[in-house]
């Protein structure tokens, strides 16, 4: 494949993946000072459905840190070749999510003030939200240097097969970047930015072809 083009996220892309990430870390920060409050004042049997109820909050939290962390990385992915960043970076949000139930978990599991009845309850809650956003963080598809490359490239090639040049457009809000400014779906947009697709992606974290667009040069090839 000729004119290999190698992905590096813009650094408009990297500011704003920078600030999901804070985001996400004050999500987890809240979650953490959730679980200390639980550990503190709510592991009792006089307590168990306000413990119930910060269980669920924690749950929230962890999520939507992982959320914004999946978000970020999709922005600015890690390298395949530093393999324990690009782990730890694709891998934080479950890593995480456990952090956040873990000590409450074994400590509602062996405290000996409370009752069997709380520990059935409590501590089967507190299991499945940990489960649940050690799951809901964890990435089985992540994003990387190297695949956003691959799929560049691709893209790429697919356009040129379609006698279409490297000149896509989208909007700011759009999750799709498109081959014809006239398209239907951009068409009202008042604001509309072009550039190859390699910078869809590195800009605004666009990688899908309009279907709609697809179709059009599809049916033009084959007029042709």
């Known amino acids: 494949m000729s004119d290999q083009k190698t992905f590096v996220a813009s650094e408009e892309s990297k500011a704003k993946a920078k600030q999901l990430r804070i985001f996400a870390f004050l999500a987890w920060i809240g979650a953490m000072a959730g679980q200390v409050f ?6 009792s049997d006089e307590t168990m459905i306000w413990l ?5 909050v924690i749950l929230i939290l962890a999520i939507t840190g992982s959320t914004l962390w999946k978000k970020a990385n999709r922005l ?4 395949e070749k530093d393999k324990t960043r690009f782990f730890i970076q694709n891998q934080l949000g479950a890593i995480m999510g456990v952090l956040a139930f873990l000590p409450l978990v074994v400590l509602i599991l062996s405290n000996k003030d409370i009752s069997g009845k709380t520990k059935g309850i409590a501590g089967s809650i507190a299991v499945v939200a940990m489960l649940a956003a050690g799951i809901s963080g964890a990435d089985f598809n992540p994003p990387s240097v190297e695949k956003y490359t691959e799929e560049i490239n691709q893209q790429t090639e697919d356009l040129k097969e379609l006698n279409i040049d490297d000149n896509v457009y989208w909007t700011g809000s759009g999750n799709k970047y498109h081959i014809y400014p006239d398209c239907q779906h951009v068409r009202n947009s008042g604001t509309k930015s072009s550039g190859t697709i390699k910078e869809s992606w590195e800009k605004k974290g666009i990688s899908e072809l309009c279907k ?7 049916k033009k090839k084959s007029i042709e």
């Open 38 to 43: 639980a550990i503190l004042k709510l592991i």
């Open 52 to 56: 119930i109820v910060a269980i669920v």
């Open 76 to 79: 600015d992915p890690a390298s």
């Open 212 to 218: 709609t667009c697809k179709k059009k040069a599809e």
